[in-house]
């Protein structure tokens, strides 16, 4: 790209960075733009002029940068109402009985007030539906993180729909009173926290109430909506049957009432008496499906005691007490397992995911498992199961979720739960008709993380594991060379340890498609963090066709998060395509610390050290999204050497170079598709 083809204002592009390759094949291409950060107006504005055009990158170096104007979020999403200025009433900031909250919903009757705001009844005038208004707090209207808040999470929030979900209708903000409200279906029940000393509950009801929560959280984690605030008081009661448990108040901007124990910033989201380890600090603050699922089996053991937990009554206090464990003589002895392999302090060893929890409580009950309930995604149908290994029910769909922004309000449950002690973890397995399925699972993940390592020319992670000792179902992560042999390492490895793989799915595996790709694989695999830091909220992502676009084509709006933690020397980030080109998107610390270069790439500081980059995809096709840490400078042409470098010298200089730097990797990979007509 010319200098004068540059945008004006705008920082160097890093795309241009990557060295040229002579032009490979025609291949599918995923195109990689960054989504700039949309920031409102803060004061009435002209009509806009067209946006200027921003670097739109093809991952094959070979060809050149070229100007696109990057469209914004197709209108067929939910997203938080915008209004222009409108002079603001006497009054604003204040909700009154009789308000009409932007020509649409009806203030009735007052409900209660809290530490974030005040709730309110009302009526869609148009439709007569009877609805909740949330009414935010001005002094959290006003703070620009929680409107940021509000509009990220506006477009989950708004497209969960579950029957154990309180059903979001809009998040919005009225122009005259300037404050943010949401609106959620009005379901007139008492909360779980006021029914506990009443409660009776067998255990049978028990499970059946994890179950029905779990599978409500599945269908919000695979939008990638982590609650992080499960507690007895986010759980309503409809008809005050534990049957018809709803889960309400996904954290977008939670309590800043210290009374309420609920804390948000570089903190956590929660109450204190419910929150997972993580949240306080421990192993390295990683949220995610299990945090909620160690809250949910909290909840289910007040439920069971007829009381809310004691897990510490200060900070340091519940780090205590959540390192030592809860008491559970309390809970009825034949659900112990269950919540002793909900409740494992360390998330490593915690069930991963609510598919896992209503396997193991179908395992108990002897139940099979349902499938996704209406509102969820539809799980891709498996691959072919490797020879040998016997048909079994498919498995739920298991969120591919990170933690976006700082959460909002939420909803979600319905049934799931359930595992037990973690355990075989010698050389042989037990023999099947002695092990639990917790300790099958426990035993499968071991197994298949000691060795997918071994597969060549592949970078390879586990997704999902559940089943138990009558069939274990897998899926896979990743990239690889050749699918076939990764699926029957999988199944002698398993096999190996006397157990039955019912089902492997390798769906979430990008086929790579050129064979001089492998020596990267070979050489990122060697340095692969132990950590998790990278990740995305789910791993396919639909095109659809802007509203402003000009030529019709369609684009892939993909989300990335990541975070950088404290003592990091330096950072780089490079997209991938599965022939085994590449582009540098963040070359240094330097730059991502750099606000201009961020607002330039649809890069936001989510604070805490972590960030969201969002990504224009323009091509379908399967594309890598690759981090390198350790000393700087991490060059690009030592990361991706055009394919003819890639050889036994380059090799030895990598290592070289890794080792003297403490170089180390990640790596996630997307499916861009066009299934849905435009």
Not at 125 to 140: F, Q, T, W, Y
Not at 176 to 197: C, H, M, R, W
Not at 350 to 377: C, F, N, W, Y
Request: a negative charge; one cysteine or more.
């Amino acid at each position: 790209m010319s200098e004068q083809d540059k945008p004006d204002g705008k920082p160097q592009s890093p795309f241009d960075m990557v060295p040229e390759t002579p032009a490979q094949p025609e291949e599918q291409k995923t195109v990689f733009a960054p989504m700039p950060i949309q920031t409102p107006p803060a004061e009435a504005e002209e009509p806009k002029k067209p946006r200027k055009s921003r670097a739109k990158t093809q991952f094959a170096p070979a060809l050149q940068a070229e100007p696109v104007a990057a469209p914004p979020p197709p209108a067929s999403e939910p997203r938080m109402t915008n209004f222009p200025p409108v002079a603001p009433r006497a009054d604003a900031g204040q909700i009154q009985i009789g308000d009409v909250l932007n020509h649409i919903f009806e203030v009735r009757r007052f409900i209660a007030r809290g530490g974030m705001g005040e709730v309110f009844e009302g009526v869609n005038v148009n439709s007569d539906e009877r609805v909740a208004i949330k009414v935010m707090l001005p002094s959290l209207a006003a703070d620009p993180n929680v409107q940021a808040m509000f509009k990220k999470e506006a477009r989950t929030l708004t497209r969960l729909s579950h029957p154990a979900l309180v059903q979001y209708r809009v998040i919005a903000q009225e122009p005259q009173l300037g404050v943010l409200y949401i609106v959620t279906e009005f379901v007139d029940s008492k909360n779980l926290q006021d029914a506990l000393p009443s409660l009776r509950p067998t255990a049978q009801q028990l499970l059946a109430l994890t179950r029905r929560l779990a599978d409500g959280l599945r269908v919000a984690h695979s939008l990638g909506a982590i609650h992080r605030d499960i507690s007895p008081d986010n759980i309503l009661l409809e008809d005050g049957e534990l049957s018809k448990a709803r889960i309400i108040d996904f954290g977008i901007a939670k309590d800043l009432d210290p009374s309420s124990k609920t804390i948000i910033g570089d903190g956590f989201a929660g109450k204190l008496n419910y929150v997972a380890p993580e949240q306080l600090g421990d192993f390295n603050r990683e949220v995610g499906p299990w945090t909620d699922l160690y809250s949910l089996g909290l909840v289910i053991l007040s439920v069971a005691q007829g009381r809310g937990v004691d897990m510490g009554a200060t900070l340091v206090d519940a780090v205590d007490k959540r390192r030592q464990g809860p008491d559970l003589s309390t809970a009825p002895e034949e659900i112990r397992p269950l919540l002793t392999a909900m409740l494992k302090p360390n998330p490593v060893e915690r069930l991963r995911s609510m598919d896992e929890v209503i396997a193991m409580i179908d395992g108990m009950t002897g139940a099979k498992t349902q499938p996704v309930q209406q509102g969820s995604a539809t799980p891709p149908p498996p691959q072919s199961r490797p020879a040998g290994a016997p048909a079994a029910a498919k498995p739920g769909l298991d969120p591919k979720t990170l933690m976006i922004g700082g959460g909002v309000a939420g909803i979600i449950a319905i049934a799931i739960a359930g595992v037990l002690i973690f355990g075989g973890k010698g050389d042989k397995a037990p023999a099947q008709t002695q092990m639990t399925a917790a300790q099958a699972i426990d035993t499968a993940r071991q197994t298949i993380n000691a060795t997918l390592p071994s597969a060549q020319c592949a970078w390879l992670d586990i997704d999902t594991v559940s089943g138990g000792v009558s069939g274990i179902n897998l899926s896979i992560k990743g990239v690889a060379r050749d699918t076939a042999a990764v699926q029957k390492l999988v199944s002698d490895a398993i096999a190996a340890k006397g157990l039955t793989l019912a089902n492997l799915d390798t769906n979430g595996v990008a086929p790579l498609t050129r064979q001089d790709a492998c020596p990267l694989l070979t050489e990122y695999n060697s340095i692969k963090s132990e950590t998790t830091t990278l990740g995305s909220p789910q791993v396919k992502w639909e095109m659809s066709v802007p509203p402003d676009s000009t030529d019709g084509k369609p684009m892939a709006k993909t989300i990335v998060n990541f975070r950088v933690d404290p003592g990091t020397q330096d950072f780089a980030m490079f997209g991938l395509q599965n022939s085994g080109d590449g582009i540098a998107l963040i070359q240094s610390l330097g730059q991502l610390q750099d606000a201009s270069f961020r607002q330039g790439y649809g890069i936001a500081d989510l604070g805490g050290g972590r960030y969201e980059m969002g990504l224009d995809q323009s091509e379908t096709g399967w594309a890598g999204i690759l981090i390198v840490r350790g000393s700087g400078p991490i060059e690009a042409g030592t990361i991706l050497p055009p394919a003819a470098q890639r050889t036994p010298q380059w090799e030895q200089q990598f290592n070289q170079i890794a080792a003297s730097k403490g170089w180390h990797t990640e790596m996630i990979w997307m499916n861009t598709v066009d299934e849905v007509p435009n």
